[in-house]
């Protein structure tokens, strides 16, 4: 709950508080538009989203689906009532509890076949 209320909160000082509660000192954060490796960098870039939509926000749709040292859970990027992004986040726990890695995906999933290294990957994982 503390790490998801920095996505909605639009005081700098609040939102870097409840990261630095919820995230270790090396925490990384990576999805479609956000590669950080810090709790500022992550803080000034819910900021920039906070302040690019106006009355937007990110709400949790889903329980929390935890085992040893990972979590993962829904979410929708809600503006003007109307869901606009719906997405999944996993996350690793260091010792203390706190959230080391992020990672957020958008829905849907590609339906193009990869290509590149990607592809060399899909390849190897099916044979």
Same mark, same amino acid.
């Given at each position: 709950?503390?790490?998801?209320? +920095?996505?909605?909160?639009?005081? =700098?000082?609040?939102?870097?508080? +409840?990261?630095?509660?919820?995230?270790?000192?090396?925490?990384?954060? #990576?999805?479609?538009? #956000?590669?950080?490796?810090?709790?500022?960098?992550?803080?000034?870039?819910?900021?920039?989203?906070?302040? $690019? $939509?106006?009355?937007?926000?990110?709400?949790?749709?889903?329980?929390?689906?935890?085992?040893?040292?990972?979590?993962?859970?829904?979410?929708?990027?809600?503006?003007?009532?109307?869901?606009?992004?719906?997405?999944?986040?996993?996350?690793?726990? +260091?010792?203390?509890?706190?959230?080391? #890695?992020?990672?957020?995906?958008?829905?849907?999933?590609?339906?193009? =076949?990869?290509?590149?290294?990607? +592809?060399?990957?899909?390849?190897?994982? $099916?044979?």
């Amino acid at each position: 709950r503390v790490y998801g209320s +920095a996505w909605n909160e639009p005081d =700098a000082e609040k939102r870097l508080c +409840a990261l630095t509660r919820s995230l270790t000192e090396s925490a990384t954060y #990576i999805d479609p538009t #956000i590669d950080t490796s810090s709790r500022e960098g992550l803080a000034d870039a819910i900021g920039q989203f906070l302040r $690019t $939509t106006p009355g937007a926000s990110i709400v949790t749709t889903s329980g929390l689906d935890a085992r040893r040292g990972e979590l993962r859970f829904r979410w929708e990027f809600r503006a003007s009532g109307a869901t606009v992004i719906r997405g999944v986040d996993y996350m690793e726990l +260091a010792d203390d509890g706190r959230i080391e #890695i992020i990672r957020g995906y958008w829905e849907p999933l590609p339906t193009v =076949a990869p290509e590149g290294v990607l +592809a060399a990957y899909a390849r190897a994982w $099916t044979e």
